[in-house]
């Protein structure tokens, strides 16, 4: 064998369709490394924004309930109409109890209307009655015993 001396100056006599293929396959290596290489980073942003998501999402689904979070403007609307309502609740509790609700209010003067026009029913039957008892004495020629504010008990 012959001793070969390889130098800088030793030249190697290559096609160069060899030195275009071994271009072409080193920039397609370094392409497809650097493609991996973003995947990478996007799955690995993809999980550290997923894993903040369920941090997140697990604080909410425990303070949520408890109120540490806030509301929402439907649940605050709605916290004062029950506080409202619960106000007039208490007002007319307050009232009823006092016998002075508008219903018994009302009730209270239909009845008051009704037994003065019962009185008043009962004082014309009254007289009318004692009036026919006294056309009965007159016709019957019956001792008159009563006068016109007796009553005619048993008749």
């Not at 408890?66 to 506080?83: K, N, T, Y």
């Given at each position: 064998m012959s001793d070969a001396k390889i130098s800088e100056d030793t030249v190697i006599a290559t096609p160069l369709r060899n030195i275009i293929s071994?271009?072409?396959?080193?920039?397609?290596?370094?392409?497809?490394?650097?493609?991996?290489?973003?995947?990478l980073n996007q799955i690995e942003t993809n999980i550290t924004l997923m894993q903040n998501d369920v941090v997140e999402n697990t604080n909410f689904r425990i303070k949520w309930p408890?109120?540490?979070?806030?509301?929402?403007?439907?649940?605050?609307?709605?916290?004062?109409?029950?506080?409202h309502l619960a106000g007039e609740l208490e007002k007319l509790t307050k009232?009823?109890?006092?016998?002075?609700?508008?219903?018994?209010?009302?009730?209270?003067?239909?009845?008051?209307?009704m037994m003065e026009r019962i009185k008043g029913l009962e004082d014309q039957h009254e007289k009318m009655?004692?009036?026919?008892?006294?056309?009965?004495?007159?016709?019957?020629n019956v001792p008159n015993i009563s006068n016109k504010e007796s009553s005619h008990a048993g008749h």
């Open positions: 071994i271009i072409a396959a080193v920039a397609v290596g370094t392409w497809a490394y650097f493609g991996v290489i973003e995947r408890r109120g540490e979070m806030g509301s929402l403007p439907a649940d605050s609307e709605q916290f004062m109409l029950i506080e009232e009823i109890e006092g016998g002075q609700a508008p219903f018994d209010q009302q009730q209270k003067l239909q009845i008051e209307f009655q004692n009036s026919i008892m006294d056309l009965i004495h007159q016709l019957g």
